[in-house]
């Protein structure tokens, strides 16, 4: 099992920039398939973006450009927003799920706590 626990939220006004956190300990030896998530308010939770073991990435479309994800050896990761919009708002949730790679429909088991993002005109 990994333990995650997300920080940097905030509130910034539309155009801006926020950088979100994910610290990943327990066994970050293992290989995993690592994501951001966010939920708006009367929204369904959405897939941001994944990054596999070997840095590929994928991203929602309406992120596309905008939003970065990265990851280290740690199994750490970040999310770094920028051009941020009133839409991007939302509770934002690190998760994980068992593989090298990031295909496939399967359920992240590992959630993090989430951090809440509010973007203002």
């Known amino acids: 099992q990994v333990q995650l626990v997300e920080s940097g939220g905030g509130s910034v006004q539309a155009g801006g920039l926020l950088r979100l956190s994910c610290a990943a300990s327990?066994?970050?030896?293992?290989?995993?398939?690592m994501g951001w998530f966010r939920q708006a308010p009367g929204k369904e939770r959405e897939e941001v973006a994944t990054?596999?073991?070997?840095?590929?990435t994928k991203y929602a479309d309406s992120v596309k450009g905008r939003f970065t994800i990265t990851r280290d050896n740690a199994k750490n990761l970040a999310l770094h927003m920028n051009t941020l919009e009133v839409e991007d708002t939302g509770i934002y949730y690190c998760?994980?799920?068992?593989?090298?790679?990031?295909?496939?429909?399967?359920?992240?088991?590992?959630w993090g706590q989430g951090t809440q993002v509010n973007v203002s005109a």
């Open positions: 998760a994980a799920r068992w593989g090298t790679y990031c295909t496939g429909p399967r359920p992240f088991p590992f």
């Open positions: 327990g066994n970050t030896d293992s290989s995993y398939c």
């Open positions: 990054i596999d073991e070997n840095g590929l």
